[in-house]
């Protein structure tokens, strides 16, 4: 054999190889991400949950994790739970006494979870009351919902702690997309185990535009994204988008995923959940 045609048969033995690692980088994720949703109550959370499902399928393969998402809560046991390094609840929280268990045990043996808008909420009485206090009070830390601004508005959002792995990208303030944003009873500044990461920055006041008075906000102290350093874990108050309700075309008027800040943000912290 000719040097010059051994040298191309290498070449091409290399590249045979190089094509079958790149192959199996694809089938071995860094990180396995399962996110669980209800998708029954309220427009504008039904909306949220198609759109996260819609982004975080399509960014996931740009960043090395898989992603699966289900309305099957079930699942929630530790058998499924095993297989995965991120837990996402995209609006609700499961309801019944096992499915809490298996994910109190899959937190405290050190998984990862990222929770939206709706999944933190509870109130007595409501469809959703505050009946598990280790999740609202000890692992949230903001126990029952208090009230919320409406309509839907963009927020200025000052970072609180730009070292964070999840908010080092981040510039000092942004803009964020249209939410319904929620106050909660407990004061998280009080918790020592709760770092806040992300409030609501008082240049976005007068909040929201109601008719009712009090939903709007003209001062005062508003986290929306903090972690609980007992755990591997995040909160973050986005997830409701804008909907027409009162002309009864239910026809979405915001997203919460067209905000490369925002996005940056919550990408950021689903790579710092997962990569340990």
């Avoid at 598990?132 to 508005?153: C, I, K």
């Avoid at 942004?174 to 009873?185: D, I, L, T």
């Avoid at 009712?212 to 609980?228: A, C």
């Avoid at 988008?241 to 008027?253: G, S």
Wanted: glycine share 6%.
């Amino acid at each position: 054999m000719k040097p010059q045609t051994s040298n191309r048969a290498l070449l091409l033995i290399l590249l045979f190889f190089l094509s079958i690692a790149g192959r199996a980088g694809q089938n071995h994720p860094d990180f396995k991400v399962i996110a669980f949703y209800s998708g029954k109550s309220d427009q504008a959370h039904i909306s949220f949950v198609h759109e996260a499902n819609q982004w975080f399928s399509k960014i996931s393969s740009k960043k090395h994790f898989s992603y699966q998402a289900t309305d099957d809560w079930n699942k929630l046991n530790s058998e499924f739970l095993s297989g995965f390094q991120v837990v996402i609840f995209l609006d609700t929280r499961p309801d019944q006494p096992n499915q809490r268990k298996a994910f109190q045990e899959y937190m405290e043996k050190g998984g990862a979870f990222m929770g939206f808008h709706f999944s933190a909420f509870a109130l007595t009485p409501s469809d959703f009351p505050q009946d598990w206090n280790w999740y609202h009070n000890q692992f949230l830390g903001s126990g029952e919902y208090g009230s919320n601004t409406w309509r839907p508005t963009s927020a200025i959002l000052k970072v609180e702690d730009r070292k964070h792995p999840a908010m080092r990208h981040l510039p000092e303030k942004f803009k964020a997309q249209p939410n319904e944003w929620y106050r909660w009873k407990n004061d998280l500044r009080t918790n020592p185990d709760i770092k806040i990461l992300v409030s609501i920055d008082s240049t976005s006041y007068p909040l929201g535009t109601g008719p009712k008075l009090y939903e709007i906000w003209h001062s005062g102290y508003y986290p929306v994204v903090w972690t609980n350093t007992k755990y591997r874990m995040i909160y973050l108050n986005m997830g409701h988008n804008d909907i027409d309700y009162e002309h009864n075309t239910n026809k979405e008027l915001s997203f919460s995923f067209q905000n490369k800040i925002q996005n940056k943000m919550i990408l950021d912290a689903l790579v710092w959940l997962g990569r340990k």
